[in-house]
Structures are given as structure tokens and as C-alpha cells.
């Protein structure tokens, strides 16, 4: 069997018996540590001299349509796919007793993780695209069943939003398919990055555009993003590790797949228009971010924020750019599955997120704060995490697109973005003060309890994966190079 | 080990790796984390010492740190040149008299891991600064010590001044990092490399607008803005001083907030290069600092506070020193005396607070010459070099600062020179209250000499505030110019310790119960952090406000429901034309799908 089949198979395998009633946790913990062990085995046996996608494994299903269940991974993918694995082994050990079917719960949890693999691992058009809607329901059961707050309301606010970005993505697939010259007709991704690449196939503006905002609402792009920060507060705190952290990442996956080899043009051509909407994600929402009076809906705001980042580097379109916004997706969703996990255990701890009612829990729970102060500080994009690391080049790679001596939109964009360095650490640290230091808030008693041993070990992981990246980028940019300097126009 | 090589690499990773271990393996033990600080600070102190004085050292080696092929590569590279070199000898070895005296300022202290884990990692970051070889690596060093100076800023967070101040110097300083980033990318662009050899060897190769290289000089020049606390964004300094007062001598003193200085030095060759008017704004920025910040360190009452002003004014001359001298060696002289008696200085303010139970306030003080004498002595010390007095150290640093400037510009020269006035004001009316009179406190009253782990490097500290000015020791650290002093600079800054002095004397010697002088503009630091109070409550806070609102009614309101509404709506009076509610959603979902399909082939 291909290891990247196992690696789909094996978090559906573990929810079917979370299903059937198995010790949930139990399983489902070990399911996903074998799954962590099998992508960090992938990443090492991946030849990166060779390079392109390794681990192929083909099965016609329709061939008269062309349509095969194939899988394979370059570097990108598996970059993704060690992403997925580490956050979902994270977010299993985060979650805690649950009350109402655990056994859903966990394999809830686990579908959403099969689903964002298996859009991570194929290279089919049509599965590629199939998987991503594998977890969208997953991710709406999450939150309409075991959410906090209006979680019905949001459940499906959101997850008709998502869908209604997935039809405007279906729509844009379709016209790429579409735009192959029929007697070359495939679903195959690597076959459509040839043909673009060769300038063989020329779907033309409108089906970029489908793309861009097809992926876009899936990305939370300003004005798209106002599902984000109300289903990650409302979900419960493993759902949001694995939204956030992974499945939004999606978007971004595709568009750094698809649209780059079969677009340059195009996005060149809009690359205006992405950067006032990016710039709307760093400096309107960071703003909003800014105003916020809920920790979790902070951090929902501010992970929207971050992904202007990553259009910076998209649109960039140049080798440091897109390596920096990949290197970004793998930064980015560990920093906010491991601040997800530490709001999820403040409001179990203190009963609250307002930041009204905290402050001083540094105090009765220093590993919380300790842990969240880690976090925060990826957040911000400090040296010595891989966050930092994927910002520097973006901004550089973005700065790039220009002549010295002159400042056009590129590097005016530029500019406005590093102002983001500033809001993100005006609101960071303003929640940081407001809830860990200063006097003790009123939910915050003297038996309050630290930090759990769950939790705890989990984000020391997450960090620990922030900080190996961040002192050695090239651990991940040794496998994201190769795929740039073939991708970037 | 004993490789030379080796030494630099040991120096900048020792405290790191300082820093995990008693983060990790000592959270609870304060006599280890302590001797672990102490001996990792004595460590780096004692091989920069020999790096210093093997100046056929030459380090080649660079850990490779971003790398992508072709486009772009930022390397952890080491620069071991006289700038680098001196740097760290007085970087290392204040640190480790600091890290000394903490042992006894923090005895009893809830936090002994965590306070050395900080000092540890600030080490490690300052080091960082120091030995970096590109703008790069520089910045990544420059965010560091500010997140320790975050830390140790925030050590009594349960205190809410102090909670505020740690955000606040963290939150200042990233708007000039804002400054520097964009600076670094703009010299990046027009020269291609980040390295500051290859910056220094491709800036006379190419050619770009010279307003474009002057911006670029600038924005990088805000970096030092934001560091080295000068105005517009000194208002952090002050409030640091929430930070233990070790923490206030070594980061926010003599080390870190040189830091900005020390970077115009290192990038002194491209200052040059640039255009006139870079420097013209540097040195004007230096000046009203050097200036305003006296003018607001007369009226302070808090001892620490007087000396955080004080070292903002001094880095005002350094900046000035700058702009308008030949070398960058004249400001890293006065960096280089500053550092030993400002440092020294806040030891003593430390030893006086300790002695005073936490008490800050110096009109709670007085009466202290004969309780704490080895203290006063090192404090007439340091305000004596501080004031510049011939024989001490800060005379000769201040002189050829003042001397340039009265070269460069006239105006400037003038405002330097009423600095100095400013400065010997101010620390004799400190002296005056503090050390004279009688006790107007209880606590001042039972005042004692501090323990001897505090003393020691109190004493140690006060000969370099004597004697690092002079030429013979001076000479071995700097390769200073000799410019012809005029004799003006000379009357100019000896009036202005003398009119400084007996001005002090007359208002304070006497041990007044309060200040006899009331300036509320000067008290209240020109109003300049009441603006910056009311520009993030209102206009940075309004605009999140409005932004928050208009996410919530307008997009999400709006645009999002709206369109949600119209949708249901539609459903709805399709309900009433008797469809059924899915067959009216599936005949608009096919209707749609065939109409997009049908425009994307036959268009």
C-alpha cells in the first residue's frame, strides 16, 4: 500500500472504531502519533536530490473521464502533510473529557485530519478537491454540537459560507478543466502544471478569478473573513487547532498548486487587487484584532490577519515570496493551534475569556503563562521562530518586486504590511498583559490550576516545532527550494 | 576548545544555552540559576577579554542560517573588527558586575530563575548585536533584546505600572524596528546584499536617486530612534525603570539603548555615503534630545527616573557625536565612559533604593553621606564624570563630542553645551538630596550600607568612571581623532559644569523638605507622553472601534447576512409560487452552474 494512502487511511481506520466505541482517546491518540511518525518518516525518505513528486501511486476509477485516484508529495505537500499530522496529534492530546459522544467527537476530529491529508497528498484534480469538502462536515459537527456560545447559528453560517466558497472554487476548476485542449484532457495536477508552465493551456482571467476567490473566502480574504473569528470562538479548542492550523491552509495549498504554474499572468495582472485586500487583512482586521475584548476572538481575528502575509507572498510570485508563504503555512498554523489549545485551557481553567475578568493568571498558573508567552511570541513573529523566518521573506521577496531607487505598489504594500509588525504586537501583548500580568482579574482565583499535563505536552511540541524551524529554516526550505525554483515563474 | 576560533562562537552561545538550562533544568533553584548567570557572564567576559587583546583574530567561519538558493541568504556570521571587539569588552564586563550585584539587589525575590533566564537571554541577544555581520542577523539580535528587555521590564508583573511599561517599551520599540526593517529592505534592494561589507562595496557601485539612499539611511536611523530612546520615541526609557534596578543599569544604560549607536557606528561608512542631509537629521535629533531630556530630568523625582532621563540626554550627544564627527570612534567613546558610570550610577540608586525599602522617591531620602559613604563616594564619582569634570572620564568623551559639534554647526554647539549645563544640574540637585540634609524619611533614617556582593562591583565600576577617558588607556580601545579644540568649548563646558553646580547648590545643598522649584512642563515630561496617552486611547483606539464596528454591521451585517437574507427570502417567495423549497434550490443551483459553464465555453 502507497505510505501516502496509509497516511489517509489511518486517521479514518481510527475513527471508525471511535465510532464503533472504542476508549476514544486512547486510540485515537495512538492513531495519530503513528500518523505524526509516518509523515516524519515521508519527510526523510523523500529524495530531495530527485525531487518532484515521489510516493506515486495511480488507480484509474472512470477513465473515460479521465478520473484516477492518484496521490504523490513533493516538497510542498509534505511540508503540508507534517503540518496536518503534528497539529491533529496536538489537538487529539488537547482535547479533554468530552461529555457528549466522545467517540463523534474524536472522529470528528480525525475525518477533518484525513480530509486535509488526503487534499494535501493528491494529485487529482477532482480528489484534490473532494477531500478539502471531506472535512467541511466534520468541522460543522464540531461546532454545532459541542461548540460554545450561538454554535448552531455559526455551524451554519459558516459552513454554508465555506460552501458557497467551495461552489466558487468548483466553478473555477471546472473552467481549468475546461481550458485544456481536449485531446490533452486530465484531472491531473502535474499534467496541468506541465501544460501551464509550456503555456499550453490558457484559461484566461475570469477562472483565475474563481480561483483566487474560491480559495480566498476559504482563506478568510478581506472582505471574506468575517465567518473566521466567530466559528474558531465558538469552536470547541481542538476543532479550531485543526481549522485554523490546517484545513485553512487549503486555500492557500491551492492556490500555491494551481494558480502559480497556470496563472502567472494573471496574477500578475491582479496583483493590484490582491494587495488592497491583503492590506485590508493586516491593517483593516488588524484593527479590528485590535479592538477585541474576547481572547478567542482575538486570536480568531488575528489568524485572519496572518493570512495577509501570505498573499504578500503570493502575490509576490517570485521564489522567496511563495517559499516564505509556505514556510509561513507551516509557522502560522502551529502558532495558532498552539494558541487555540492554551485559550481552550484559560476558559476551562478560569470559566471566562474576557479580558475584562482576567489578568494576573501568570501569577497561580506561571506554565500557562510561560507556555502562552512562547506562543504569543511566535505570534509576533520573533526571531527564533519559524514565523519570523517566513516574514522575512515575504517582506523581502515582496520588496523585491520593484526597480531600487523607486517605491511602486509593491513596495509600497510592502511597507504598509511591516506596519502589521506593530499591530500584531500591540494587540498581542495587550492581551498578554490583560490576562497573564498586571492585577488579579476577577476569574482568576488563588486555586485556580495550571496549565494540564495534556495540554501542556502538546504545545511544548508545537513550540518545539517552532523553534527547530525557526533556528534551521532550511530543515523545511531544503524541501520548499526544489518546488519554488520549478514553480515560480 | 582552546581553538581562538572557537572563542567568538562560545561568547555569543554560552548565555543561551544559559538561558535553557535554568529555564528548564533549574526553574526552582535561585543559588543555581544564580551561579549559573554569574559564571556564564564571567565566562564570556574572560574570552572577550583575550579576543580583545589578539587582534590578529579573524573569524571566517558563518553558520548558514536562511538560505534560498540564488535569490537570497542570510548567514549567522561573526565581524571581529575594533568596534566589535571593544563592544564586547564593555558589553561582558558590565554584565558581569550586573549579574554580580543582582545576587544581593534580588536575594528574597520570587523570581530568581526567571530574572537570570532573562539576563541570560538578554546577554546572549546584546552579544548577538554586537558581533552580527549583516543587517539581517543584526535585526534578529535587535527583536531579542527586546523581548528580554520585555521580560525583565515585567518582572513585578503583578504590578500593573510595570505590566504597562514592559508593553510599552516592547510595543515603542517595534515601531522602530518598523523604521529599520523597511530601511534594511531598501538598502537591500539597491545594493543586493544584506551583508554589511557587500552593502559598504556595492554602495559606490551603483547608482540611485540620492533621496532614495538618504530615505533608506533614515528608516534605519529609526531603529536607533526606537532603541536608543530618542525622540520622538524616548517615552519607553522612563518607564522602564518599573524593571529591577540592575536591569535598569545594564539594559536600559549602559548596554542595550547603546545599542542604536553602536549601529550608526557600524554602518558609519554608508552615513558617509549618504547624502548631507541624513546626518543634518541625525544630529538635530541628538541635540533637542540631549536637550529636552535634561530639561526634563531637573524636575523628576523619582532616582531612577532622573538617571533614565539623564541617559537618554547622553545618548543625544552620542547621536550628535555621530552626525557630525569624522569616526565613529567619538560616540563609542562616550559610549564607552557612559556605560561604566552611568551603569555605576544605577547601582548605587539600587543600593540606595534596597537600603530604603523600595523607596524611589528622593525627597524620602537625605541624610545618606554618613549612612551609606562607600555608596556616596561612587555616586560623587559618577556625577562628577557624568558632569563632565576634567580628570574623569565623561570630560574627554563629552569634549570631543562638543568640540565636533562646534565645527559642524553653531546652534548645535550651543545646545550641547546647554545640555551639559542641564547635566551637571541635575545630578548635583540628586546628590544634594539624597547623600545632604537630614533624613526626611523613617526608612532613611535606619538606612545601611549595602552587603558586600553589592559594593564589590560598585567599587570595581568607579575606576573606569574615573580613568577610562584618559588618553593613555583611551588610546587602546579607540583610534580617536585630534582635532584642534577651540578654547571656547573648553570655557563653554566648564562654565556650564559650574553655573550647573552652584545653581544645584543654591536651591538644594541645604536639604530642602521639598523641591523649592516647580516647573509643571518640565515635571511633566513636555506633555509628550500625555499626547502619545491620548493618541493610542483615541485615535488608534478609535480606529479599531470603528473598524470593529463596521466588520460586525457593515461586512458581516450587511454584505454577509444580507446576502443570506436575500437568499432565504428568494426561497421563500418561490415557496409561495407553490415550488418546494429544494427543488427551488436545486433549479437555482443548476440554473447557475449551467449558466457559468455555458459563458465559460461559448464566451
Not at chain 1, 31 to 57: D, E, H, R, T
Not at chain 2, 262 to 285: D, Q
Amino acid at each position: 500500500m502507497s505510505p501516502l494512502l496509509s497516511l489517509i487511511l489511518i486517521p479514518l481506520v481510527t475513527a471508525a472504531f471511535c465510532m464503533a466505541g472504542a476508549a476514544p482517546r486512547r486510540i485515537s491518540l495512538f492513531g495519530a502519533g503513528a500518523n505524526l511518525l509516518l509523515g516524519l518518516y515521508l519527510l526523510a525518505s523523500y529524495n530531495i536530490g530527485i525531487g518532484g513528486f515521489q510516493f506515486v501511486s495511480e488507480k484509474a476509477l472512470f477513465p473515460a473521464y479521465g478520473l484516477h485516484f492518484s496521490l504523490g508529495a513533493d516538497g510542498l505537500s509534505l511540508v503540508l502533510i507534517l503540518l496536518a499530522t503534528l497539529v491533529t496529534f496536538a489537538a487529539v492530546w488537547v482535547t479533554p473529557k468530552i461529555e457528549k459522544f466522545a467517540g463523534m467527537f474524536y472522529a470528528c476530529l480525525l475525518f477533518i485530519s484525513a480530509g486535509a491529508i488526503g487534499a494535501f497528498a493528491s494529485i487529482d484534480l477532482f480528489f484534490f478537491y473532494a477531500f478539502h469538502e471531506l472535512a467541511l462536515i466534520p468541522t460543522f459537527l464540531l461546532i454545532g454540537i459541542w461548540g460554545s456560545g450561538e454554535r448552531q447559528r455559526i455551524a451554519w453560517k459558516v459552513t454554508i459560507y465555506l460552501a458557497f466558497g467551495s461552489f466558487i472554487l468548483l466553478l473555477g476548476l471546472i473552467g481549468l478543466w475546461l481550458a485544456v485542449p481536449p485531446e490533452l484532457r486530465t484531472l491531473d495536477i502535474r499534467l496541468l502544471q506541465q501544460l501551464g508552465s509550456a503555456g499550453m493551456m490558457q484559461p484566461g482571467p475570469v477562472v483565475y478569478l474563481l480561483l483566487l476567490f474560491g480559495f480566498g473566502i476559504l482563506i478568510a480574504l478581506f472582505p471574506f473573513h468575517t465567518w473566521a473569528p466567530e466559528a474558531y470562538a465558538s469552536a470547541p479548542a481542538p476543532a479550531a487547532m485543526l481549522h485554523a492550523g490546517v484545513l485553512k491552509k487549503f486555500g492557500l495549498y491551492g492556490l500555491l498548486r494551481l494558480a502559480v504554474p497556470i496563472f502567472p499572468a494573471e496574477i500578475q495582472q491582479f496583483a493590484h487587487l490582491v494587495l488592497v485586500l491583503l492590506l485590508g487583512n493586516i491593517l483593516y482586521v488588524g484593527f479590528v484584532t485590535m479592538a477585541q475584548k474576547r481572547l478567542d476572538l482575538m486570536l480568531g481575528y488575528s489568524s485572519v490577519m496572518h493570512m495577509g502575509y501570505a498573499f504578500l507572498g503570493f502575490v509576490a510570485l517570485n521564489q522567496l515570496g511563495l517559499g516564505g508563504m509556505s514556510l509561513m503555512l507551516f509557522a502560522h498554523g502551529l502558532t495558532i493551534a498552539a494558541l487555540f489549545a492554551l485559550s481552550g485551557e484559560i476558559a476551562r481553567r478560569t470559566g471566562t475569556l474576557e479580558f475584562s475578568e482576567l489578568g494576573g493568571l501568570a501569577g497561580v498558573a506561571p506554565k500557562l503563562g510561560l507556555l502562552f508567552g512562547f506562543a504569543a511570541m511566535a505570534s509576533v513573529g520573533l526571531p527564533g521562530f519559524s514565523t519570523f523566518a517566513s516574514e522575512i521573506m515575504i517582506f523581502f521577496g515582496a520588496f523585491a518586486r520593484g526597480t531600487a531607487g523607486s517605491f511602486d505598489w509593491f513596495q509600497t504594500a510592502t511597507a504598509l504590511a511591516l506596519w502589521g509588525v506593530v499591530i500584531s504586537a500591540v494587540y498581542m501583548l495587550r492581551a498578554y498583559r490583560r490576562v497573564f500580568w498586571g492585577s488579579r482579574g476577577s476569574a482568576v482565583k488563588d486555586e485556580t490550576e495550571d496549565v494540564s499535563s495534556g495540554v501542556r505536552w502538546a504545545v511544548i511540541l508545537l513550540i518545539a516545532g517552532l523553534l527547530l524551524t525557526g533556528f534551521r529554516p532550511a530543515i523545511l526550505l531544503d524541501y520548499l527550494n526544489p518546488v519554488f525554483a520549478y514553480l515560480a515563474p | 576548545m582552546n581553538d581562538p576560533q572557537l572563542f567568538p562562537w562560545i561568547i555569543l552561545f554560552a548565555p543561551l544555552v544559559a538561558a535553557a538550562a535554568i529555564l528548564f533544568l533549574l526553574p526552582r533553584n535561585d543559588t543555581a540559576a544564580a551561579w549559573t548567570g554569574v559564571l556564564t557572564a564571567a565566562l564570556t567576559c574572560f574570552l572577550s577579554w583575550k579576543v580583545f587583546l589578539d587582534p590578529s583574530l579573524r573569524i571566517t567561519a558563518q553558520i548558514p542560517w536562511l538560505e534560498v538558493p540564488g535569490a537570497f541568504s542570510v548567514p549567522i556570521g561573526i565581524i571581529l573588527d575594533n568596534l566589535s571587539r571593544v563592544m564586547l569588552v564593555v558589553v561582558t564586563t558590565i554584565a558581569t558586575l550586573v549579574f554580580i550585584y543582582s545576587a544581593g539587589y534580588m536575594r528574597g525575590d520570587e523570581g530568581i530563575p526567571r530574572y537570570y533566564a532573562s539576563l541570560c537571554l538578554f546577554l546572549f541577544s546584546m552579544l548577538g548585536i554586537v558581533l552580527a555581520d549583516n543587517f539581517v542577523m543584526m535585526f534578529i539580535f535587535w527583536e531579542l533584546v527586546g523581548v528580554s528587555s520585555y521580560l525583565l521590564i515585567g518582572h513585578y508583573f503583578r504590578k500593573d505600572s510595570a505590566a504597562d511599561a514592559a508593553k510599552q517599551a516592547f510595543t515603542v520599540n517595534r515601531v522602530g524596528d518598523f523604521g529599520f526593517m523597511l530601511g534594511i529592505l531598501m538598502l537591500w534592494l539597491a545594493t543586493g546584499s544584506v551583508m554589511f561589507s557587500g552593502i559598504e562595496k556595492n554602495l559606490a557601485a551603483v547608482t540611485m536617486h540620492p533621496g532614495y539612499l538618504a530615505a533608506a539611511c533614515l528608516l534605519v536611523f529609526c531603529g536607533t530612534l526606537g532603541k536608543s530612546a530618542q525622540m520622538p520615541l524616548h517615552v519607553w526609557l522612563p518607564n522602564s525603570m518599573e524593571g529591577p534596578t540592575p536591569v535598569s543599569s545594564l539594559l536600559h544604560a549602559a548596554t542595550m539603548v547603546a545599542a542604536g549607536v553602536y549601529m550608526l557606528a557600524r554602518i558609519f561608512p554608508v552615513l558617509l555615503a549618504a547624502p548631507e542631509v541624513v546626518r543634518e537629521v541625525i544630529m538635530w535629533v541628538g541635540a533637542v534630545t540631549c536637550f529636552a531630556a535634561g530639561l526634563m530630568a531637573t524636575q523628576q523625582d523619582d532616582i531612577k527616573r532622573i538617571l533614565a532621563y539623564s541617559t537618554i540626554s547622553q545618548l543625544g550627544y552620542m547621536v550628535v557625536g555621530i552626525a557630525v564627527a569624522p569616526a565613529g570612534d567619538v560616540a563609542m567613546f562616550h559610549l564607552f565612559t557612559h556605560a561604566f558610570f552611568k551603569c555605576m550610577l544605577f547601582l548605587c540608586a539600587g543600593s540606595v533604593i534596597i537600603a530604603l525599602h523600595h523607596e524611589q522617591n528622593i525627597w524620602k531620602m537625605g541624610g545618606l553621606l554618613g549612612r551609606m559613604p562607600l555608596t556616596a563616594l561612587c555616586v560623587v564619582v559618577g556625577t562628577l564624570a557624568l558632569a563632565g569634570t576634567p580628570g574623569f572620564s565623561g570630560y574627554y568623551s563629552k569634549d570631543l563630542i562638543v568640540a565636533y559639534a562646534h565645527g559642524a554647526n553653531n546652534t548645535v554647539f550651543w545646545i550641547t553645551a546647554g545640555a551639559a549645563l542641564l547635566t551637571s544640574f541635575y545630578m548635583f540637585r540628586l546628590f544634594f538630596v539624597v547623600f545632604l540634609g537630614r533624613p526626611r524619611g523613617e526608612h532613611a533614617e535606619h538606612a545601611k550600607q549595602s552587603p558586600a556582593v553589592m559594593t564589590i562591583p560598585l567599587l570595581l565600576l568607579a575606576i573606569p568612571s574615573l580613568a577610562a577617558g584618559y588618553p593613555v588607556i583611551a588610546k587602546h580601545f579607540f583610534d580617536l581623532p585630534h582635532p584642534e579644540i577651540p578654547h571656547i568649548v573648553h570655557y563653554a563646558l566648564l562654565a556650564a559644569l559650574g553655573v550647573g553646580f552652584l545653581l544645584a547648590a543654591a536651591l538644594y545643598a541645604r536639604g530642602p523638605a521639598k523641591d523649592p522649584v516647580r516647573i509643571p512642563l518640565f515635571a511633566n515630561r513636555l506633555y509628550i507622553d500625555n499626547f502619545y496617552s491620548w493618541l493610542v486611547a483615541n485615535v488608534q483606539g478609535g480606529l479599531a472601534v470603528l473598524g470593529s464596528w463596521f466588520d460586525r454591521w457593515v461586512i458581516d451585517g450587511l454584505f454577509v447576512t444580507g446576502a443570506a437574507r436575500t437568499v432565504w427570502a428568494t426561497g421563500y417567495v418561490l415557496r409561495l409560487l407553490q415550488l418546494g423549497n429544494l427543488q427551488a434550490y436545486a433549479f437555482f443551483f443548476g440554473a447557475g452552474v449551467l449558466a457559468l459553464l455555458y459563458y465559460l465555453i461559448f464566451r
